[in-house]
Each structure stands twice: as C-alpha cells, then as structure tokens.
C-alpha cells in the first residue's frame, strides 16, 4: 500500500461550483499534514497546512480525520484559476506526497 | 526576493554525463531537500540537510552525491547519467524539520537525458 494516496482524478467542475478532495495516509504516526498547489510545469507551492481541528483559508478548507487517517481538502466557488493538480502531504520525521489530484474548473 | 533558487532551470545532457545542480535559499531555514519528480508526478523525496548535516538519504543511487557547503546552499552532484535519470529535481527548504514543518519548494531543473 503507497503511503499517501490521492485519486489522481481529473475533477472537472463549472465555475461556482463546490468540489472536496480526500487524500489517504497509511503512517499513523504521521503528525504533520498540508496541502500543497501544482500548477503545470511549476513547482509545488504550500496552499495550507492541516490543523487536526480543521482549519479554513477564504474558501478553502482543510480536515483531518485521524481515526481514518484522511485529510481533506474543500473548495468553495471554484474560480478558474483554481485549476491545478493538488498534492497532499504527511509526515513524522520525513514528509510524502501523494500523486496529486488534477482540477480543472471550466467556464 | 526570490526564496528558493535553482541553476540551471533546463538541463539537456547526453547519457554518461556528470551534472550538477545548484540551490540558494534565503529564508535563513535550517533545512533543505532534493525532490526528483519523474514523468507521472510523482514526488520523492532524495535527501535532506540539516544545518549542512546529511539526514536523510533515501534509497537513491550512489551516482548522486549531495554537498551542502552551508546551510543556505545544497547541491546535487550525478555521474555517469542514464536515461532513467530525465525528470523535474526540485529543491526545496524547510525552517526546522524535516517532516514536520512547511517546505518551501525552488523552481525546478528540468533534466533530460538523451
């Protein structure tokens, strides 16, 4: 079983619309959980960190669930330029990504 | 301003080659990676520094050496390169960690090896 594992997607959502990624973590000594942004040929860029109370920046909003080791994250009227593949990431002492989720918000 | 940067951004080489790559961060972080992304995105960690110390070295070949001359530099050294080696190597720096903190990633080398 991979360590962190994302459906790789792609979502394609309407602009307005509310989409929800979940990303899986088999290390539960895990204690550091975030969600990061890739834009094509980019590098990764931080777009939160996932505080086990949940946490929420403008429209977005990030869960973890320890018991089900999956954190999630929560967009809200999606804009265009939402469009990006997210990668989530956990760790104790390294940090692992997940494979990424594409999105791709359309007009 | 720039946080975390890398040369050179594109590299084109022919198999056999020695490369390397070279990354700055000015964020005065403690930490810093080499992440090789291959062609279907996967992201892996290679190796990390802390404060110019070896921390981790994941299961990488030994054709890939690593030197961190201070604890805003590290390096990536790779001999003898093979086709296997074409991929995006990001560096990235972290404030302490590793693992624990945000990671702050520089802009790419794209390696193709022909």
């Known amino acids: 079983r991979k360590e962190v594992e994302q459906d790789p997607g792609p979502f394609n959502v309407p602009e307005g619309a509310t989409v929800a990624f979940n990303c899986t973590y088999s290390?539960?000594?895990?204690?550091?959980f975030f969600w990061y942004r890739q834009d094509c040929r980019k590098e990764p860029k931080l777009l939160m960190s996932?505080?086990?109370s949940g946490n929420e920046d403008g429209r977005f909003t990030a869960q973890l669930n320890r018991a089900s080791q999956y954190i999630s994250l929560l967009i809200r009227d999606s804009k265009l330029s939402d469009s990006a593949t997210y990668l989530c990431?956990?760790?104790?002492?390294?940090?692992?990504f997940g494979k990424g989720t594409m999105l791709l918000v359309s007009p | 301003d720039t946080a975390v940067s890398q040369t050179p951004k594109y590299l084109v080489t022919q198999m056999g080659n020695d490369k390397s790559i070279k990354c700055e961060q000015n964020?005065?972080?403690?930490?810093m990676y080499w992440y090789k992304q291959d062609s279907k995105k996967f992201l892996k960690i290679m190796f990390s520094?802390?404060?110019?110390?070896?921390?981790i070295n994941e299961t990488v070949p030994n054709r890939f050496s690593p030197k961190s001359p201070d604890k805003a530099h590290l390096n990536l050294h790779i001999n003898s390169l093979e086709l296997g080696d074409s991929a995006v190597y990001f560096c990235?720096?972290?404030?302490?960690?590793?693992?624990?903190?945000?990671?702050?990633f520089g802009p790419g080398t794209r390696l193709t090896v022909l």
């Open positions: 990235a720096s972290s404030p302490r960690g590793p693992g624990g903190h945000e990671q702050f």
């Open positions: 996932v505080y086990s």
């Open positions: 290390n539960s000594a895990s204690q550091s």
């Open positions: 520094y802390n404060n110019k110390e070896l921390i």
């Open positions: 964020l005065g972080h403690d930490t």
């Open positions: 990431g956990s760790g104790y002492s390294t940090l692992t």
